[in-house]
C-alpha cells in the first residue's frame, strides 16, 4: 500500500488526482438555497401565500440566481386522524391539502420542502399557541408521515425540528435521544426509496458529528431575528465551526434576515458572511416586496459563488485581532493560487484592518477582487489593507502567484473527535474551544483526553513534497499533562507536558515525517481519567528548508529575461522569484 502510494504521486498522476479531487468535490451537495416561511409569516400561512412567494422568487431572478428550494415550515399541521394515523393538513389554511402547493412548486421548476418535528408536537403548538399541531410530529409516525411527505406529495426536503424531544418545549416533558431519533427519521426517509431528499436537522446547537451522516445540514444556534445583536451573535457561534463544515454537510446558521429591517451595512455583512462560511441560504423576507437593495445583494452572483463553490468549505479565522476577524477558505481549487477572504468587524466602531499575504498563506503578487462590488482592485503585494465600518465586512477574491504551506495551525481550526454542544461537556468528555486572551488567536481547545476518541486532528495539513518537519506544539497545563502525537495513524511521541500554570503557555519540539499530499494529524491520550492539556496551536515548518510552495496547481514557470529580474508564470511577468514575496521550492527548474 505504502509503495502503492508513492508510485501513486508521481507529478502525472498528481495532475490525475486533483482532477479526480476536483470532480469528487462537484459530486457533493452544495448548501441548500431557496425561501422559507418562518421569519416572515410565522405560523400564519396558506396556501395562496406559499405560491405567491414560490412565483415572486422566479419573477424576481433569484431561481435564476441558484434560490431553488420553496420551505413550508410549521404552520400546516390540522391534528392528526386518532384512529388511522393520519397526519391532517389545516382546512382553512390549506384547504386543498400540501399535494397542489407541491405540484405548483414543481411546475416552476422549483424543489419543495416541509417541516416536521422529531417528538410529538412542533415548536409552534408549544411556544406559539398553535393548538391544533399537537400529535403531528413524526414520533410513532417516522414511516407512514415519510411515506405522505416524499412518495404522496414528492417533497424534496424536509426540516425537523425538536420542540417535541426536549422536555421544556413540550407539554408531556418528553426527552428524546436526539441522536437516536434523527438516526430513526433518516431510516424512515431512506425506507421510501427516495435518494435525493435533503434533511436538515434543527436541535439549535451543535448536535455531535453523527450528525454528519444523515444530514445535509444542522442547525448550531438558536432561531435568528432581524436585529444585529441576534445576526452577530449567530456569527460569533459558528466562527470556530468550519473543522465539521466537510463533504458537502454543512453547518446552518438559520435562515436569512436580509431585507427586514437591519441596516445596509448589517445585511450586507449577514449575506456575505452566510455565503463564505457556506451557510444554508434560505430568504426569509416577503419576496413579493423586495427593494432595490436587497434584491441586488441577494442576486450577487459572486458572493453566491463563494457559498456554492466545488470545495464545498466553510471559512476559517485566520486572524483575530481586539474586536476584528479575517476568515479565508480556498475557492475552486484545494491549496491552490486561489483564496477568498472576509475582513470582519462586528464592533460598534469603523477598524483599519490589514493582514499579510503570508499569513494567508500566498506569495507573489496578488490580484483582489472585490466581491460586493463586484470590482478588481487591482494587484497588491505583501499585505493588503482594510477599512472596515462598524458592522461591516469586505470579501474579496485573491488571485496569487504562488501558493505557500501552512504554517500556524491554531487549534481551534482543529477537528475535536467529540464535539457537542447538548450535553454537559466535561460529563460527556468532549472537548470545546473557549477563549484565552494567553493564546495566539485569543482561543484554545479545552477538555481534550480523558477518552482516546475525546482527540484533536487537523485533518488537513497539507505537505506538497513530504519529508521531515519540525513541529512545535503550545500548550497550557499546570500540572503534567500527556499528549500522543500521532502523525496518519501512526503514533510518532508522547509528550509530558506541563507549562508551570494555567495561564502559562509550554511548547514542545518534535521532529515528524509527513507524506506528499494531505496528513492527518492527532492529537490524544490513552487515558480514560486524565485529561490532556489544553491545546494553543501547532506550527510546522519543513525540517531543511524556508517556507515551501504548494506546486500542484503551481503554474509552470515559462522563462525568465536575461538579467534575471523578471519571469513568467502563467503568461504574465512576475519579479525575480528569488528576491521578496516571491518562494520557490527547492528543486524547482526555473527555465531560461
Ligand atoms: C423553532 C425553529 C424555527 C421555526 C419554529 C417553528 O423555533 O428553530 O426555525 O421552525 O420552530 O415553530
Known sequence: MKNLRKHLLCPKTLALLASFCASAAMAQDRPTMGWSSWNTFGLNISEKTIKNQAAAMRQKGLLKAGYTYINIDDGYFGGRNKKTGELLIHKTRFPNGL??????????????????????????????????AHDVGLYGYDERDCEFFFNECGFDFIKVDFCGGVDYHN???????????????????????RTDVRMNVCRWDYPGNW???IAISWRTTGDINASWGSVKDILKQNLYLSAYCYGGHYNDMDMLEVGRGLSKEEDRTHFGMWCIMASPLLIGCDMSNLNTNTLTLLRNTE????????????????????DTYVLVKDIENLYGTTRAVAFYNPSDKAADMSIKFEDLDLGGDVLVRDLYE?????????????????????????QADVRLERVLYEAETAYLGKYQEIFNNQAYKSAIYESNSS???GMQATWLGSDPKNDLQWRNVYSDQGGKYNMIIKYISGESRNIVVNVNGKDVKTLSCNSGGWGT??????????EPGENVIRLYNKSSSSWMPNIDCMTLRPADNDRLTVGINRPAVQSVTTDNSFYTLDGRKVKNPTTKGIYIHKGQKVLK
Open 99 to 132: 399535494q397542489p402547493v407541491v405540484n405548483y412548486i414543481h411546475r416552476l421548476g422549483m424543489k419543495a420542502g416541509i417541516y416536521s418535528d422529531g417528538g410529538k408536537n412542533t415548536c409552534g403548538n408549544y411556544h406559539g399557541g398553535d393548538t391544533i
Open 171 to 193: 407539554s408531556e416533558h418528553l426527552n428524546l435521544d436526539a441522536e437516536t431519533r434523527y438516526k430513526q427519521i433518516a431510516a424512515a426517509i431512506e425506507k421510501t426509496g
Open 211 to 213: 450528525v454528519h451522516d
Open 303 to 322: 458572493l453566491i459563488a463563494l457559498n456554492q463553490d466545488s470545495l464545498c468549505l466553510q471559512a476559517y479565522v485566520v486572524q483575530h485581532k481586539g
Open 374 to 398: 463586484k470590482e478588481d482592485l487591482g494587484t497588491m503585494t505583501e499585505s493588503m489593507n482594510v477599512s472596515v465600518p462598524a458592522h461591516g465586512t469586505r470579501i474579496y477574491r485573491l
Open 439 to 441: 493564546c495566539s488567536g
Open 505 to 514: 503557555i509550554g511548547s514542545k519540539s518534535l521532529s515528524v515525517e509527513l
